[in-house]
Nanobody, 124 residues
Framework: EVQLVESGGGLVQTGGSLRLSCTAS????????IGWFRQAPSKEREVISC????????YYVDSVKDRFTISSDNAKTTAYLQMNSLKPEDTAVYYC?????????????????WGQGTQVTVSS
């Protein structure tokens, strides 16, 4: 059974930091890429960052560049999203997802496995 479990969300003040974790298990393709997505109320889900399986290639949407950092552990079982300088507009449910390919892809369509999401709320 494939499982992606996010953790680390919560309530933080503007300018604060959070670190999200995504622990993956059971993914059939050993070399999978990970993406982080978010969905704010009344908005469509958007990709914010993704990383290739070897960690050499990553992508960030402009709104989070220089504030968020994606990474993964050496065993490639846990991915992280370090979020600094948080803003109220970062408030959303954050999801991690995995795709059956080692190449990172900055679109929702390529991701087959999804976590349940974790809420991030940034107060002003």
């Amino acid at each position: 059974e494939v499982q992606l479990v996010e953790s680390g969300g919560g309530l933080v003040q503007t300018g604060g930091s959070l670190r999200l974790s995504c622990t993956a298990s059971g993914i059939p393709h050993a070399d999978y890429a990970i993406g982080w997505f978010r969905q704010a109320p009344s908005k469509e889900r958007e990709v914010i960052s993704c990383i290739s399986n070897n960690g050499r290639h990553s992508y960030y949407v402009d709104s989070v560049k220089d504030r968020f950092t994606i990474s993964s552990d050496n065993a490639k079982t846990t991915a992280y999203l370090q979020m600094n300088s948080l803003k109220p507009e970062d408030t959303a449910v954050y999801y991690c997802a995995a795709r059956d390919d080692s190449i990172a892809l900055a679109t929702m369509r390529g991701y087959k496995y999804w976590g349940q999401g974790t809420q991030v709320t940034v107060s002003s």
